[in-house]
Every structure is written in C-alpha cells, then in structure tokens.
C-alpha cells in the first residue's frame, strides 16, 4: 500500500491547501473586492514564473539520477541545495529587474519586492522534496504544506481588516512559504552536512547545464499557463483578469492531481526495466480519472465556484466549464512529458512548448477582444493540445492504440451513464444530485468491468515499488 499512502499523504496535503487557498480568496474578495484580487493574482502570477525560473527543472534531473541508488550522498544533496538557493538569488534580481523595466506601478512594484524571499523559501522546499520523492516521505511533505498553510491564513485572517494595500496580503504567502521552508529543512537535516554547504562552482554549472533542457521547457511552460493572466489586465481589465484567475486557480487545483500519482511512481517510470508496464497502467489510470472529474467539474461548476468564492464570481463559471472539458489532455500531456525524459528527449521540450507558447498568445490576442475571458479558456486548451500532438508524436511508447481507445470509450459510456438522471430529472435536492452520478458511477463501473480493471492496475504498480 506504499503507493496508495503517498498519493494519500499527497492529496491530503493538497486538500489542505486548497482549502486554506478557498478560505484566503473568500476572505480577499469579500473583504477588498474582484478588482484587488485582479491585482493580487497578477503579482502572484509574476513570481511564479520566477519560481519556475529557480526550479530550472534541476528536481527532475536529481530524481532521475538517484532513481537506482540507494543511499542518497550528503555531500551530493548539499551541493544541490547550495545550487538551488544560488539560483533563486539569481532569480529574485531578475524579477526585480524585469519589473523595473515594465514599468510596474508604484503598489505592483512594492508587492513584487516584499514577495520576493518567497522565491528562495520555494527552492528549499522544492529541494527538499527530492527527499521526500525518492524516499517515499510524503508524510513529511504533508506536514510542510500544512505549516505553509495555517501560517499563512493565520496572517491573512489578522491583517486583512487593516490593510487595503496588495503587498500586505502577500506578505502572508511569504511568512507562510518562510515557515514551510524551516520545516523542510528540518526533516532532511539528516542529508545535510555544513562542511559540504558552500558553492560549488563547477557542480553549480554541470547541474544547471544539464537541466537546461528541462529548464527552458519548464520557463516556456509557465509561461505558457500563466502568460493569459498577465494579458487580460491589458487587452480588458483587472476585474475581468479576477474572474479568469479563480476559475483557472480552481482548475489548477485539478492539474495537480496527476502530480500526486506522478511524484509517487517517477522512479519506476525512470527505471527501464518496469517503464513500459507502469506507462501503460498509468495512462489507463489517467483517463479514468481525468474523465470522471471533468463530468463531475462540468455539471458541478456553478456549485465549485459558489462555495468558494460567492455569488460576486458567477462570470468564473464558464471559464472553468470550458477548462474542465480539457482535463484528459492535461493529464495524458503530464505523463508524456515525464515519459520523454526517461528517453532522453528533454531538448524536444523546447520547440514544443515554444510553440504552444507562441500559439497561446496569438489565440489570447485574438480571442480576448471578441470572447472576453473565455477566449482565454479556450487559446488555453488549443495550445495544450499541440503539445499533446507534439508529443505523442515523439515518444517512444505507443499512446494510441486500439486497446487503449476501447478503454477511453468505456469510461466515457460509464460516465455519460452515470451523469444521464440528474440531465433528465430535476433534482431539489442538491446533496441527491451530487450522490447520484457517484452512485450510479460505482454501479457501472462494476458492471462494465472497470473497478476490477483499476484495481489490477494499481495492484500492479504497487508490487513494483515493493519489488
């Protein structure tokens, strides 16, 4: 059951956040407005890209390369947290000089500087996570995002009714990250040693080398999801650039999802020996997932975004409508990307997610002006399928088959099934409404075989981790 308590750990550990992220938007929103939380989200959108730039996908490579170690070297780990943490340096300078030279607003500005330390809290943390990946320790990871949480709804809840100024409300995410990233380092301290805690000039450089086709992809993939939020504020106005941030933030709540799975089995998908059979079974797994929940997110949107935001938000529902529609190339594009890296293909990341990037932005350009924020919805689901198509294209391991078309139909009947009584009868009741498609869900996948199917899948997985 190791895999099914990571993905546990990993999940409730989201669920957490989610929560606490919920809580935090209602607050923003009911205490400061659509408008504020516009402006909040285009800072936190703007460090996030220099979050990614700090990662420069050097996990994915670390992972990679200990997949088939046993013991991790503290001299080794060290040098990676060194590397990370220098670069995150490196990267709060950027951010500050790319501000200065869009011009930002004088409050916009003031928010980026004090959100910086957020960006070096992120490398420990994420540096840390390579731990708790390649040792199973999702437990701990659990507690990191609990401490990052309470802390900062704890500061939210306290300034909120004395500030109305942006850089305020994100000094609660640096606190928070600030604390997680004491944690982190707390429970790997046993990986560390001081002596090896110094810069490392030629380790740095081979490292970031090496990573640099990850990294590029990973930048241009950020981009890629986040580069709407930072147009519509332009080409319409914060207010709308609100609504569209909620409901891609609650989307992006759904985009994780994979990674729980992903995180958990990256080792094996990294080990040639199991990589066909876990693939194979993790796709499965994938649309399963990813097609019940955009049923469910579809005909529960107004529901979703209600009991997070409030009614002020009945313009996110769209949005999040058209996004959910999308959720099996999201899912099966995550698992690919992974997929391309076990073969070696990073370099392919480049003109992949270029293109897709160049395509998201003509489409916001077009699109926007005549669609509003739905445009948006819609340039992100094409661009995401390019990729996709890119990469279906490039693997090594066959995606489309006909047993695997067979298995998408499948789940696609059950579930049209089990969504058909609440389509045909109008239920009052909203708790009925929501149980029935779960428990008709539940029928005809036993029925059809699926619930046996998936059960032999993760059995499957789990007797390889074990192994």
């Known amino acids: 059951m190791i895999l099914l308590k990571n993905i546990i750990y990993q999940v409730l550990g989201k669920a957490i956040t ?88 004088k409050a916009l500005f003031l928010s980026v500087l004090v959100g910086l330390p957020m960006i070096v809290s992120y490398s420990i943390s994420s540096t840390s996570s390579i731990i708790f990946a390649s040792k199973f320790k999702y437990r701990l990871d659990l507690i990191v995002k609990s401490a990052y949480s309470i802390i900062s709804l704890s500061v939210l809840y306290l300034i909120l009714g004395n500030v109305t100024s942006v850089w305020a409300v994100v000094l609660a995410s640096v606190l928070g990250w600030g604390v997680s990233s004491i944690f982190s380092l707390f429970f790997v301290r046993q990986y560390l040693q001081f ?14 080398l090496i990573s640099l086709p990850i990294g590029v ?9 986040q580069i709407d939020k930072l147009i519509i504020p332009h080409l319409l106005d914060f207010r709308q650039a609100g609504f569209y941030a909620l409901s891609y933030k609650v989307f992006e709540f759904l ?9 958990s089995v990256f080792i094996l998908l990294a080990n040639k ?50 996004l959910s529609f999308s959720l099996i190339v999201f899912f099966i594009s995550a698992l690919l990307r992974l997929q391309l890296i076990v073969e070696g293909k990073e370099k392919l990341f480049f003109y992949i997610y270029l293109s897709s990037l160049v395509l998201n932005v003509i489409l916001n350009i077009i699109l926007l002006p005549v669609m509003g924020i739905v445009g948006a919805a ?64 539940i029928l005809f996948s036993y029925a059809l075989g699926l619930t046996n199917e998936l059960l032999k899948l993760v059995k499957s997985i789990e007797e390889k981790i074990v192994s």
């Open 18 to 105: 989610i929560f606490a992220t919920a809580i935090g938007i209602s607050l923003i929103t009911k205490a400061l407005g659509v408008e504020f939380y516009g402006q909040y989200v285009y800072v936190i959108t703007f460090l996030t890209i220099f979050f990614t730039f700090s990662d420069w996908g050097i996990n994915t490579i670390v992972i990679k390369e200990i997949s088939d170690q046993k013991e991790i070297s503290k001299e080794y780990f060290s040098k990676v947290l060194v590397t990370r943490v220098l670069f995150a340096f490196l990267m709060c300078m950027f951010a500050v000089l790319v501000a200065f030279l869009f011009q930002f607003e």
């Open 195 to 208: 002596r090896f805690l110094k810069i490392d000039y030629q380790f740095s450089k081979k490292l970031v």
């Open 217 to 225: 992809a990973l930048i241009i993939n950020t981009l890629l999801s």
């Open 255 to 263: 985009l994780v999802l994979p990674t729980f799975f992903i995180n």
């Open 273 to 322: 020996k199991h990589n066909l059979k876990i693939f194979d079974n993790s796709l499965k797994i994938f649309v399963f997932v990813s097609v019940v929940l955009s049923f469910f997110c579809i005909y529960f949107a107004p529901a979703i975004i209600d009991l997070i935001s409030g009614k002020d938000f009945s313009f996110s529902i769209l949005p999040f409508q058209v």
């Open 378 to 441: 819609f340039a992100t689901i094409l661009s995401e399928l390019l990729v996709l198509i890119l990469m279906v294209k490039e693997v090594g391991i066959t995606v489309i088959s006909r047993s695997n078309l067979f298995y998408l139909n499948k789940v696609v009947l059950v579930c049209s099934l089990s969504f058909l009584p609440i389509v045909l009868v109008d239920f009052e009741n909203d708790l009925v409404k929501f149980l029935i498609p779960i428990i008709f869900l």
